[in-house]
C-alpha cells in the first residue's frame, strides 16, 4: 500500500510540475500591431519566413545579423528592429525559440549563414536572455562571426580572447536588466567592448510587445528607442567593415 501511496504521490507531483511549467511558458508577450506592420514586403526589403525563422532580406546585403528574443517574447516582436536595420542594408534574421525560451534552442543560429551565401559578415546577438544565448552560441563559434550585439543582456560565456566585436546597448530606465550582474560578467567581454546607454530607454523599448513586468518607466518613446539603437548598431557595423 505504501509504495502505491508513493507511486500515487509521485504521478501527482509530476502532474503539478508539468502545470506549472504549462502555465509558466504559456504566459507570454506578444507582438503588437507595429511589429506586425513591421512584417509586410517592400520594394527594397524582402520578408521571408523560412522554417524557425523570419529574414527581412535587402538587396545586394552584404552584412548579415542572426538575432535571438528575449526570454517570453514572441519573436516576430522585433520585427520593427529588424526592419530597421533591413532598410539601412542588413539582413536580419529573427529566430523563433522553443517555447519563446533561447535557453531551450541556443545554437538555433547553426545553418543560418549558408542559406545566405550572399553575405560576408556575419553577427549574432540578442535581447536579454537572448543576447545570453547568443553569446554562449557565439563562444563556441566565434571564427563563424564577426561580431557580437547584446540589447540589455550580459554574457556569462568567456569571450574576453573571442576576438569578436562586441557592442553592448541598455536603456538608463531600465528595470528588469540585472546590472549587478552585468557589471559581474563585464570581464568576460573584450577590452574594447563598445557599451552605449540610451537615455530615457527601458528593457523593452527594443521590441514592440508593450510593458514588461519590473521594467522602469520610460521617458522616450519604443520606436526613438529602435531609431537609436539602429544608428549606433549601424555605426558598430560600419565600423567593423573598416
Given amino acids: 500500500m505504501k509504495k502505491h501511496k508513493r507511486l500515487k504521490l509521485g504521478v501527482v507531483a509530476v502532474l503539478l510540475l508539468c502545470c506549472a511549467c504549462w502555465g509558466y511558458t504559456a504566459d507570454y508577450y506578444h507582438a503588437d500591431d507595429i ?30 545579423l542572426i538575432f535571438y528574443p528575449g526570454g517570453k517574447v514572441e519573436y516576430t516582436a522585433y520585427a520593427p528592429l529588424m526592419r530597421a536595420l533591413a532598410d539601412n542594408g542588413v539582413l536580419a534574421v529573427l529566430v523563433k525559440m522553443p517555447l519563446n525560451l533561447a535557453v531551450l534552442h541556443m545554437n538555433a543560429a547553426n545553418d543560418i549563414p549558408e542559406q545566405y551565401p550572399q553575405i560576408r559578415d556575419w553577427y549574432i546577438g540578442g535581447h536579454s536572455l537572448g543576447g545570453s544565448m547568443a553569446a554562449s552560441h ?34 538608463s530606465k531600465d528595470g528588469v536588466l540585472n546590472m549587478e550582474k552585468y557589471a559581474e560578467y563585464r570581464r568576460n567581454l ?7 546607454i540610451i537615455e530615457g530607454g ?11 513586468d519590473g521594467d522602469g518607466v520610460p521617458t522616450i518613446t519604443g ?12 555605426a558598430f557595423l560600419d565600423s567593423t567593415r573598416e
Avoid: W
Fill in 35 to 64: 511589429a506586425v506592420a513591421a512584417m509586410s514586403s517592400a520594394a527594397d526589403v524582402t520578408v521571408e519566413q523560412k522554417g524557425n525563422t523570419l529574414a527581412f532580406v535587402p538587396e545586394d546585403a552584404e552584412t548579415g
Fill in 138 to 171: 557565439a563562444a563556441k563559434n566565434a571564427l563563424a562571426y564577426d561580431g557580437l550585439v547584446l540589447l540589455a543582456s550580459y554574457s556569462t560565456a568567456d569571450l574576453s580572447a573571442s576576438g569578436l566585436r562586441v557592442i553592448s546597448i541598455f536603456g
Fill in 223 to 234: 520606436e526613438a528607442q529602435i531609431a537609436e539603437a539602429v544608428r549606433l548598431l549601424m
Fill in 202 to 212: 527601458c528593457h523593452a523599448g527594443f521590441g514592440s510587445y508593450g510593458p514588461q
Fill in 190 to 196: 573584450p577590452a574594447a567592448l563598445e557599451e552605449h
